[in-house]
């Protein structure tokens, strides 16, 4: 049987019924094969033959970015938890005793991180609204239906729990009107941004619904779609089907007068290599679009400065705007992809001193946190004390966005939870009630 399966497309995807034998080509022994497989029971696996023909190098398999890009590792989840589902798979254990097992442990990884579920959902009356996430006034998130998976997934990926199968984790909505409907109860957003998953794994007409409804809204000024296609399958901007009807919403949408923006995810500079990629950033460009450029900073993936510098300058060369490097989330395998917020801040600092100008739209290393984009400035040392330098690119409460703040300096610390004030008792987003003195 063909490890690859087809679509009318040429889309060929691989998922966890043809790990095991991807594995093998990567060269990997029995045992180490089904600890992989007890990971990919708990978080997600898809690929496709573009990444693993075009993109992954074989010869430097398991140490390839590539690689670690998308196929899970026997060590990303704590050595109890691989043990006890490897043994399960060993067995040929019932498929529901494995899935329970996976379930408990995806419980204990934090799988809607920074107040997605009791936050950032809105609610009319006393109803949530579905598929929506609103965190920041001028912005709204949503979540097409037939957009909640991906040309392939990202073993760091923080919305992970919408892939596993578990439909209480999962974020979704194909209710246009009712999108609508809140958006011109709310004149101040300004912007939506189509996320998912990726929306750019939907066909065109499927997108069209989506996106046409909101160019009649004179209060819309932007319009956003987050993607990782240009990575995994830039095919969809040139040689799909419907590519060119594609290219023509896209120009639609800044005819109507609306900023149109691909939300590129690029991990590593590798993804930018092939020349359809070039081919396929000059067609969106070409439609009035413009393509940013963000992704997180991962510990094994891409955790030098020369990999975000030669990144940087590459995308613009190719056109795009580098906009952020995110820090990996409080979410997930975080423990093994995360790196220390002084490393970040030090890999950031050291790339961006290697770019001109032009590159320096990029901001980072930034939080995507409770209270909002939370930005690492720096190291300092003031009144002799050693500090972070912090500040907010956006927050839920507006008048926090840009106001430095300061956290006692942590060698150790990955996320905005680890830190603790400098120079007060709290930290500006927090109530008075805050008693550090309990933690220190």
């Known amino acids: 049987m063909s490890l690859q399966e087809g679509s009318a497309r040429g889309f060929r995807a691989y998922t966890t019924k043809h790990l095991d034998d991807l594995l093998r080509r990567a060269g990997l022994d029995a045992e180490e094969r089904i600890r992989v497989r007890a990971v990919a029971a ?18 430097a398999v398991p140490d390839d970015p590539i690689y670690r ?48 579920l009791d936050l950032n959902v809105p609610h009319v009356g006393m109803d949530p609204v579905p598929g929506m ?13 037939q957009g909640q998976t991906c040309h392939a ?37 300004t912007g939506v941004l189509l996320t998912g998953g990726d929306p750019m794994i939907m066909g065109e007409s499927v ?22 296609s240009l990575a995994y399958w830039p095919q969809r901007f040139v040689s799909d089907p419907d590519a060119g009807d594609t290219l023509r919403l896209f120009a639609s949408v800044v005819e109507a007068g609306k900023h149109l923006a691909l939300m590129a995810h690029f991990s590593h500079p590798r993804e930018m290599e092939p020349s359809i990629v070039r081919e396929a950033v000059t067609r969106i460009g070409d439609t009035g679009a413009v393509i940013r450029t963000q992704a997180p900073l991962i510990r094994s993936i891409n955790d030098r400065p020369e990999t975000w510098s030669s990144m940087w300058r590459g995308q613009v060369a190719m056109g795009m705007v580098p906009y952020y490097m995110f820090v990996e989330r409080d979410t997930g395998p975080q423990d093994y992809f995360a790196v220390p917020l002084v490393r970040a801040y030090e890999i950031f600092r ?15 290393p930034s939080m995507s946190a409770t209270p ?3 930005c690492v400035d720096g190291v300092a040392e003031i ?21 430095p703040f300061f956290a006692r300096y942590d060698p150790a610390a990955v996320w905005l939870t680890d830190l603790r004030p400098a120079f007060a008792d709290r930290f500006p987003f927090e109530p008075v009630t805050a008693a550090w003195s309990l933690y220190v």
């Not at 978080?43 to 573009?50: D, I, V």
């Not at 997108?207 to 990782?228: A, F, M």
């Not at 961006?352 to 739209?361: A, D, E, I, M």
């Not at 009144?383 to 106001?403: E, K, W």
Request: charged share 25%; net charge positive.
């Open 42 to 59: 708990v978080l997600p696996f898809r690929t496709n033959a573009y990444v693993v023909d075009r993109l992954i190098d074989w010869s």
């Open 133 to 145: 996430q609103h965190k920041y006034p001028e912005t709204v998130l949503f979540f097409p239906r």
């Open 372 to 374: 909002g984009k939370v």
């Open 207 to 228: 997108l069209r619904r989506y996106v046409e409804p909101l160019l009649e809204l004179e209060q819309l000024e932007s319009v956003r779609i987050g993607t990782k």
């Open 69 to 116: 890009l998308v196929f899970p590792q026997s060590d990303m989840l704590p050595e109890p938890d691989v043990s006890r589902l490897a043994g399960l798979l060993r067995d040929d254990a019932p498929p529901a005793e494995i899935q329970a097992v996976a379930h408990g442990i995806r419980e204990r990884l934090n799988p809607h991180p920074a107040g997605q």
């Open 383 to 403: 009144a002799g004390q050693r500090v972070f330098v912090l500040h907010f690119i956006q927050a839920r409460d507006p008048r926090l966005v840009g106001r």
């Open 350 to 364: 050291d790339a961006y001193s290697r770019v001109s100008g032009l590159c320096r739209t990029v901001r980072g």
């Open 153 to 189: 997934y990202c073993t760091y990926c923080f919305r992970w729990a919408q892939f596993v199968g578990e439909p209480e984790l999962k974020f979704a909505s194909d209710d246009v009107a009712n999108l609508v409907g809140y958006l011109k109860n709310h004149p101040q957003v």
